[in-house]
């Protein structure tokens, strides 16, 4: 057994089901193990080190940040994260205010929270219940597992569960919707639930009726936020104006950082919410430079170029194993092959990472790609190469 095996099993609560390799660093989508061998990375740490991996630019800002303050505490103004509450509602084009938490799931748990303030104040009779999405997924804690569109996470042996929630296909959240319903919350692309964009057309009646019905519209950004699809938002992407939107991955290119987004800007006063390290000088800092960067790229064209060119490379890894891919799907940075089963996808993850590919698995079928938006063509190139070889290896 490696030694970083033995130390991760030893001491470490065990609920991944963890590779054992030994990354020392990594420059942008590129990563170097303790043998100083090389792997392309497609995963970007699950959709978050946005801006690639030992980036210049953020390493000198979290310096220099770190050198004079990293926290103070929310009673005291933070200037790096007033700066950043106007950065996101500048990129955003929405009327909006932030609230910074720690994660994605924390951002969702301060969405339902906003969510149930309304419902309190707004009407007579309490709305509190919330309608989410088969197939979503939202977080972890007790709450926002609940909240997770699928029963298999809805484990009994964390019971009992917080009451109002319930989840719906698309086209059924209309009729699950009773007096008592104060949101409905959606991601646009489902990406734990296999990559899967929902149509505009669908998305947009959903925004209306809820609209006209007083209903509120969480948009659940943690993974498809911060340009993932190509847009600053996903929500810019589908036109709709969601009441609350809820952001983490790559807002902080690898600092925990989670943030919730309203245009119901004075719902909440004074202990209303909170956070100990909640948009602290460090995560706030870090989050202002990734922006800084994302916005140069996207300004540039070359965050376009980069999706055009990583799609056509994958619409030609498609066409070349018609035989165990079905289709393609996604957006921007954010795509996915569908294997024709289960265990081939496994294989495929498997002999890509001994060519030295990181790619993802989502849902059952889905092979997944997050690279860096920062990933460079060279890297693109490299990546489906051993893709391809991986394929091959699996098919001989
Ligand atoms: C990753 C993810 C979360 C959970 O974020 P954590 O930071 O792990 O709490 C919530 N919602 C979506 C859509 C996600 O992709």
Redesign the pocket.
């Known amino acids: 057994m490696k030694e970083i095996e033995k130390l991760d099993k030893d001491y470490v609560l065990h609920t991944y089901a963890r590779n054992y390799v030994n990354f020392k660093k990594g420059l942008n989508a590129t990563l170097y193990d303790d043998s100083n061998r090389d792997y392309i990375d497609f995963t970007s740490g699950?959709?978050v080190t946005s801006v690639g991996h030992g980036n210049p630019r953020v390493a000198k800002r979290i310096f220099e940040q770190a050198s004079n303050l990293l926290h103070t505490s929310n009673l005291y103004a933070i200037e790096p994260q007033a700066l950043l509450a106007k950065k996101i509602n500048e990129l955003s084009g929405y009327d909006i205010r932030t609230f910074f938490a720690n994660?994605?799931?924390?951002a969702?748990e301060g969405a339902i929270k906003i969510a149930r303030t309304y419902g309190k104040t707004k009407f007579e009779k309490k709305r509190f219940k919330i309608i989410t999405l088969e197939n979503?997924?939202?977080?972890?804690t007790i709450t926002?597992v609940k909240a997770t569109g699928q029963s298999s996470f809805h484990q009994d042996k964390f019971a009992p569960y917080p009451d109002g929630f319930s989840f719906n296909a698309i086209d059924d959240v209309y009729n699950a919707i009773d007096d008592e319903t104060v949101a409905v919350m959606i991601?646009l692309v489902q990406?734990?639930g296999g990559v899967f964009p929902f149509p505009k057309d669908k998305i947009q009646e959903l925004a209306k009726f809820l609209k006209q019905n007083d209903i509120l519209l969480i948009v659940?950004e943690?993974?498809?936020g911060v340009f993932r699809t190509g847009e600053f938002l996903a929500s810019n992407l589908y036109e709709i104006e969601p009441d609350i939107i809820?952001l983490?991955?790559g807002l902080g290119g690898g600092v925990p950082i989670?943030a919730v987004l309203t245009k119901h800007k004075d719902i909440w006063g004074a202990g209303d919410h909170g956070s100990t390290f909640g948009g602290n000088y460090l995560v706030t800092a870090t989050g202002l430079e990734v922006l800084d960067i994302l916005e140069d790229l996207k300004d540039s064209g070359k965050l376009d170029e980069t999706v055009i060119y990583f799609s056509k490379k994958l619409n030609d890894i498609f066409e070349a194993n018609k035989d165990i891919f079905l289709s393609h799907v996604g957006l921007g940075l954010m795509r996915g092959l569908r294997v024709k089963d289960a265990d081939t996808l496994g294989n495929i993850i498997k002999a890509a990472f001994e060519q030295g590919l990181m790619v993802l698995k989502s849902g059952n079928n889905t092979l997944r790609f997050l690279p860096a938006l920062t990933i460079s063509k060279s890297e693109i190139d490299e990546g489906f190469i051993r893709l391809q070889k991986a394929i091959n290896k699996i098919k001989a």
Do not use: C, L
């Open positions: 699950i959709g994660s994605g799931a924390e969702n979503s997924f939202h977080g972890r926002t991601e990406g734990e659940d943690v993974q498809t809820t983490a991955k989670g």
